[in-house]
């Protein structure tokens, strides 16, 4: 029996077919994996089946009866709950205030009668929480259980759990999964939307997979391996743009050695990173979300600290540096947030010139036709379309991207780090910023470029590195590289 069944679901963006015909179905008590790389439009089928979304065209049938779900209250009245990679929890409250919050139609709840049912609602699931502790006490793992009794607490029968373990250590995956399996056998139909194929393959009885939009196919795990779910996610062709054949790579530019450093929540993120880029290469490091990248890339733009290591950009020691130290070094940052690098309210020509404004300074003055020359000069350089005087926020996310490009490369660094530079954009924006990469190689610049897509990887670099649970899992030459190969370190094994 089908718990749920979407049928040809098609979901458009403007002009971008986030869902493109998608047939899904996932029946009773099994742990069904929608796996698919960034873009493949995973998050977004499962938004529509929640209600943040409506979908274009397509049908969606609950216990075999057709529906309509336009909010989540409609979801949930079905018995459908959802945890996003975002909680939505209100840190000052405690766990059993949470759990009601918004469904009481009285101005008096009986907090006590409530912390009672939350305990035997915890103690009848399987999931441990304290109904009494407050959430800004409680780890990540533990804010992620709230999030699913609370689904389970409001009758769900349909769990969608939107890359579960992507936040997670080790121990508090081994929760999760623990209490998931009891969940199923108790009949609960979970939707587990994943980048790690070691743990689908480890809990999950089907994968879905979809690639750009389109549903790839349906296997049930006992049928399929690592390789093959491997190729499945990124076994299309290439992108249109490539790197074509080898260059001669000079001096190492970028020297990473043994570094350490912690995340925001204090826990190791990298452990003992080496790396070397030369001039006149693209190094690509792989890896599926929150395994190092953000904080390697925060460290080697100066706005995170090692704890320990040396980074050397040429000669000069970086290890201890900021981001202005980072920009005299010759460095090149394209961050993976860019719109925390660049402000909406003020205009293009402005945000053009924010990590380097004393180069456009008169007499301690600022030089507004000099920064408007620069600007009208690189948005027909970078084909920006936008005026010099737009405010950012007007632009798309690739004109936006573009004029991070400009800022930066427009200052010949010696060393680009690219933190996720296609993220988001569309088709003709993604070959646009491959493009102007590949060119800052041929003139000779060292580029790191850290990408969650696997694919873009493969396409750019002369060298492919991969990162998992902050360990640099080997480095391989690109006509090495394949698909399978990489996804298999990406899951954890070493080359």
């Known amino acids: 029996m089908h718990a749920v069944q979407m049928k040809g679901i098609v979901k458009r963006f403007a002009d971008l077919v986030a869902n493109d015909h998608v047939d899904f ?55 459908i709950g959802m945890v996003t990679q975002h909680f939505t929890l209100v840190p000052t409250l405690t766990v059993a205030e949470n759990m ?68 997670l250590v080790p121990q508090e995956v081994e929760v999760l999964f623990n209490a998931l399996l009891r969940l199923q056998k108790d009949g609960l139909s979970v939707v587990f939307i994943s980048h790690h194929l070691n743990e689908v393959m480890q809990i999950c009885n089907r994968v879905t997979v979809l690639r750009d939009g389109k549903l790839t196919g349906t296997v049930k795990i006992a049928d399929t391996n690592l390789k093959d779910l491997a190729n499945m996610m990124v076994g299309r062709e290439n992108f249109g743009v490539t790197r074509q054949g080898e260059r001669e790579q000079g001096k190492v530019e970028l020297r990473i050695e043994k570094i350490n450093a912690v995340d925001k929540k204090g826990l190791q993120a990298l452990k003992d990173v080496s790396l070397e880029v030369r001039q006149g290469e693209i190094l690509g490091l792989a890896g599926v979300s929150g395994n190092g990248q953000t904080e390697l890339s925060a460290v080697l733009c100066g706005t995170q600290k090692i704890t320990s290591g040396k980074v050397f950009a040429g000669d000069v020691d970086l290890s201890s540096a900021d981001t202005s130290d980072v920009c005299a ?13 660049l402000v909406g309210e003020l205009s293009v020509a402005e945000n053009l010139i924010l990590d380097q404004m004393d180069k456009f300074k008169k007499n301690g003055i600022m030089d507004q036709q000099k920064i ?75 580029v790191l470029l850290l990408s969650e897509d696997l694919e873009e990887i493969m396409a750019l670099s002369d060298r492919i590195a991969v990162i998992y649970g902050g360990k640099i899992m080997g480095v391989l030459p690109a006509q090495e590289a394949t698909a399978e190969k990489l996804g298999l370190m990406m899951a954890g094994s070493a080359a």
């Open 25 to 79: 179905d996932l029946e009773k008590g099994e742990i069904h994996a929608l796996l698919g790389e960034n873009g493949a439009g995973k998050t977004t089928l499962m938004r529509i089946l929640y209600g943040l979304y409506h979908a274009d065209e397509g049908q969606i049938l609950i216990n075999g009866s057709p529906v309509a779900i336009h909010a989540p209250r409609d979801a949930i009245k079905l018995g």
């Open 100 to 167: 009601v919050l918004g469904e009481t139609g009285s101005f008096t709840i009986n907090l006590k009668e409530i912390e009672k049912k939350v305990a035997e609602a915890s103690k009848r699931f399987g999931v441990p929480v304290n109904p009494h502790a407050l959430i800004r006490h409680l780890s990540v793992g533990e804010r992620q259980r709230v999030e699913i009794l609370k689904a389970l607490y409001h009758d769900a029968q349909i769990l969608i759990l939107d890359e579960p373990t992507a936040v």
């Open 329 to 341: 070094a010759g460095v090149g940052r394209i961050p993976e947030d860019r719109h925390a690098n």
């Open 372 to 446: 408007q020359d620069n600007a009208e000069e690189l948005i027909k350089t970078y084909n920006i379309k936008a005026n010099a005087n737009d405010r950012l926020r007007t632009l798309s996310g690739g004109n936006m991207q573009k004029v991070m490009l400009a800022r930066t490369l427009s200052q010949n660094p010696r060393i680009v780090i690219a933190s996720q530079p296609t993220r988001g954009l569309d088709v003709g924006a993604t070959d646009y910023v491959r493009s102007t990469l590949l060119e800052q190689r041929d003139r000779g610049a060292a």
